[in-house]
């Protein structure tokens, strides 16, 4: 198993007959073990597992806090990685009594493996009574910088961004990954294991799909912009919870 996110492939009789270097993105089963129980597999990017850990258990509600996980371990195998948690008892307990999503979860999958449809249509926790409002010009401060943020993207064009902006738009951090849901864990879990500090919104390359939406508002986020325009579970998702959802293409801001 490569260590690096990206992999080189020369790709014969390209234009002009002549061979070309691509730099494809990696994409690896990341097992998440909790205790010594595989929880789920998710075909993910090889890069800042530690916060992909740490974020999926806080977006999952596997843990409350970064507190709840006492240690991190990430092993690489063969043919993939595991990421070995050990959680608190009671966060254990809890664990103990859901469905496992023990399968490789695709890389456009958000919540693969789930054996109840139910789950989707769990009631949101409120994070705002009233959506708060993002000015365009300052999206468009955070949408003009993320770019040059994005090292994974400038060399293969084919990932996600999530990042985090401050209200005047200046981008604080950013997480790259194959999978939009993916991408933002880790971003979410950057975030956590940062502290979390100051007001600010969610920026994807992404459409935002339900998932994306209930990713944040578990977290406590109270607006996401994305750059491709949200499925309509997604708005009525949002709306429950009072999310800021918007869109932001061609200089134009869509709130739905």
């Known amino acids: ?37 595989t929880y789920a597999v998710m075909l993910a990017s090889p890069a800042d597992l530690t916060d992909f850990a740490v974020g999926f258990s806080l977006s999952e509600r596997v843990v409350d806090a970064v507190a709840d996980i006492a240690a991190i371990d990430i092993r690489e195998r063969e043919q993939g990685i595991d990421i070995h948690m050990t959680i608190s008892a009671r966060a254990a307990e809890r664990l103990s009594v859901r469905e496992h999503r023990n399968i490789t979860g695709r890389t456009g ?31 468009a401060v955070a949408a003009g910088a993320l770019e040059a943020k994005q090292p994974m993207r400038e060399l293969n064009r084919s990932v996600h961004g999530a990042a985090w902006a401050g209200m005047d738009g200046a981008i604080h951090l950013v997480r790259e990954d194959v999978g939009r849901h993916n991408a933002i864990d880790k971003l979410l879990g950057a975030r956590a294991r940062a502290g979390e500090t100051g007001e600010g919104f969610v920026l994807m390359t992404s459409r935002a799909s339900y998932e994306i939406v209930e990713k ?28 800021m959802l918007a869109n932001y293409n061609g200089g134009h801001l869509t709130i739905f």
């Open 109 to 139: 999958c958000g919540l693969c493996g789930i054996d109840s449809a139910e789950r989707l249509f769990q009631p949101l926790p409120k994070v705002s009574e009233t959506p708060m409002r993002i000015e365009r010009s300052v999206v």
């Open 216 to 243: 944040a508002v578990f977290r406590g986020v109270k607006a996401l912009v994305t750059l491709s325009a949200p499925t309509a579970f997604a708005v009525r998702r949002a709306r429950e919870a009072g999310l």
């Open 1 to 37: 198993m490569k260590k690096h996110w990206q992999a080189d492939v020369v790709m014969e009789g390209a234009e002009d007959g002549e061979p070309v270097s691509w730099h494809l993105p990696e994409e690896a089963p990341v097992a998440l073990i909790y205790n010594g129980v």
